[in-house]
C-alpha cells in the first residue's frame, strides 16, 4: 500500500489559472515538505511544515501556499500559474524535523502548464 | 552558499561490474548525507544515509557509500551491478546550521547497466 498518497499523478493547466496539489502520508510522521523537479534545476526544496506550523519556506514567490489541513496532509495551492511552473512536484515526510532525519518521498504530480 | 556537486551526468556499465558514482559538497561543517534513487517515472527512494562515526555506510541493494571529511566527498559504490540498477540517482545534504530540515541535492547521475 503507498505510504505517500500524491494526486492527481499528471496535472494540465492554463496559464494564469490555480491548482492544487494533494498530499496525504500514512507514515504517521509529524513533519511534510514539498520539493520541486524541473528540467532546469535539481530537486529543490520549496517547503517543511512540523504539526501543520511552517518552518522553512524557499519558495520566492507567494504565488505558492502550502495548506494543511491534518497533521497528515499537506496541499500545495499554486495561483496565476506561469509556464515556467511546469515541473514534478514531490511531497515528502519525516518521523519529525530534527536535523538529519530520513524524508520518504510521495510518487509525484507532473504538472504542465500551458 | 551551500552546494552538492554530481560531476557526471551519465554513467555506463555493464552488468557485474563495480559502480561509483561521485558527490561533492560545499559547506564549512559536517552536513547529513544522503543518497537517494529514482526509477524511471517514480519517486525517489532512500539508499542510505550518513550522520557521523564510522565512514562507511552500508545501504540497501548493497549499495555502501563512504564519506570523506578532508576530501568533502561522499561517494557511492556498488561491486557488482544488476540490470535493475539502472536509474537516477541523487546525492543531496542537509546543513547542521539550518536545522538539518531542507535537503539539497546534486543534479543527478543517470546510471545504465548494460546486458
Known amino acids: 500500500d503507498p505510504k505517500i498518497i500524491q494526486k492527481p499523478k499528471y496535472l494540465v493547466a492554463v496559464t494564469g489559472s490555480e491548482k492544487i496539489l494533494i498530499c496525504e502520508q500514512y507514515l504517521g510522521h509529524n513533519a511534510m515538505y514539498w520539493y520541486r523537479q524541473s528540467a532546469k534545476k535539481p530537486l529543490e526544496f520549496m517547503f517543511s511544515?512540523?504539526?501543520?506550523?511552517?518552518?522553512d519556506n524557499q519558495t520566492a514567490s507567494s504565488r505558492f501556499q502550502p495548506q494543511s489541513s491534518k497533521k497528515n496532509h499537506l496541499d500545495l495551492q499554486i495561483t496565476a500559474l506561469k509556464p515556467d511552473d511546469s515541473a514534478t512536484y514531490f511531497c515528502a515526510s519525516s518521523q519529525d524535523v530534527l536535523g538529519g532525519r530520513e524524508q520518504y518521498f510521495g510518487p509525484g504530480t507532473r504538472l504542465t502548464v500551458l | 552558499a551551500q552546494s552538492v556537486t554530481q560531476p557526471d551526468a551519465r554513467v555506463t556499465v555493464s552488468e557485474g561490474a563495480s559502480l561509483q558514482l561521485r558527490c561533492k559538497y560545499s559547506y564549512s561543517g559536517t552536513p547529513y548525507l544522503f543518497w537517494y534513487v529514482q526509477y524511471q517515472r517514480q519517486g525517489l527512494q532512500l539508499l542510505l544515509k550518513y550522520y557521523s562515526g564510522d565512514p562507511v555506510v552500508q545501504g540497501v541493494n548493497g549499495f555502501e557509500a563512504e564519506f570523506s571529511k578532508s576530501d568533502s566527498s561522499f561517494h557511492l559504490r556498488k561491486a557488482s551491478v544488476h540490470w535493475s540498477d539502472s536509474a537516477v540517482y541523487f546525492c543531496?545534504?542537509?546543513?547542521?546550521?539550518?536545522?538539518?530540515?531542507?535537503?539539497?541535492f546534486g543534479t543527478g547521475t543517470t546510471v545504465s547497466v548494460s546486458p
Open positions: 543531496a545534504a542537509s546543513m547542521v546550521s539550518q536545522g538539518g530540515r531542507a535537503l539539497i
Open positions: 511544515y512540523s504539526y501543520q506550523k511552517l518552518m
